[in-house]
Antibody
Framework: EVQLVESGGGLVQPGRSLRLSCAAS????????MYWVRQVPGKGLEWVSG????????GYADSVKGRFTISRDNAKNSLYLQMNSLRAEDTAFYYC?????????WGQGTLVTVSS | DIQMTQSPSAMSASVGDRVTVTCRAS??????LAWFQQEPGKVPKRLIY???SLQSGVPSRFSGSGSGTEFTLTISSLQPEDFATYYC?????????FGQGTKVEIK
């Protein structure tokens, strides 16, 4: 069974850091590009960051560039998102997702709340 | 950055109706476009990849078309379970971008 399980969300003060993790199982992780998407409850989807299968190509949304860092460890079947200098507007559900041509999977999401 | 303009933002339709949602890219993206469905409280589900390829397990009433800058998602005969919000996603170049979403409501 394919699973993507996010962890690391929670309540954090503005300006602080948080690291999200996404554990993958049930598919060949290193065959897939991975990405993070966030969604403020009741609002639309926002693509946050993506990484190619071998970490050779990485991209960020303008809203997080310079503050967030995406990485992956294919040996551990894991994806990460290091979030620094967090702001109130970063409050959202964060989903990790996998994509490889006709195959694509999403996790259930983890909630990040940035508030003092 | 590539902007995705999705229309309409919301619509009311009846069971059995044919529904069309459009996404326009600010520059050409080939066929690097996917369509997602999100039901309230649920994780988004990919319906279409490569602009017109149906994701495995998705009913054939869903179809996608287009290339370059104009893309369309069509539901040929709307079913009760199709009332949801639909999003397009361009993945031609970073940063990827979603459309603003189209909420399909019951008339």
């Amino acid at each position: 069974e394919v699973q993507l399980v996010e962890s690391g969300g929670g309540l954090v003060q503005p300006g602080r850091s948080l690291r999200l993790s996404c554990a993958a199982s049930g598919f060949s992780f290193d065959d897939y590009a991975m990405y993070w998407v966030r969604q403020v409850p009741g609002k639309g989807l926002e693509w946050v960051s993506g990484i190619s299968w071998n970490s050779g190509i990485i991209g960020y949304a303008d809203s997080v560039k310079g503050r967030f860092t995406i990485s992956r460890d294919n040996a551990k079947n894991s994806l990460y998102l290091q979030m620094n200098s967090l702001r109130a507007e970063d409050t959202a559900f964060y989903y990790c997702a996998a994509a490889s041509g006709p195959r694509g999977y999403w996790g259930q999401g983890t909630l990040v709340t940035v508030s003092s | 950055d590539i902007q995705m303009t999705q229309s309409p933002s919301a619509m009311s339709a009846s069971v059995g109706d044919r529904v069309t949602v459009t996404c326009r890219a600010s520059q050409g993206i080939g066929n690097y476009l996917a369509w997602f469905q999100q039901e309230p409280g649920k994780v988004p589900k990919r319906l279409i990849y490569a602009a017109s390829s149906l994701q495995s397990g998705v009913p054939s009433r869903f179809s996608g078309s287009g290339s370059g800058t104009e893309f369309t998602l069509t539901i040929s005969s709307l079913q009760p379970e199709d009332f949801a919000t639909y999003y397009c996603l361009q993945h031609n170049s970073y940063p990827w971008t979603f459309g603003q979403g189209t909420k399909v409501e019951i008339k």
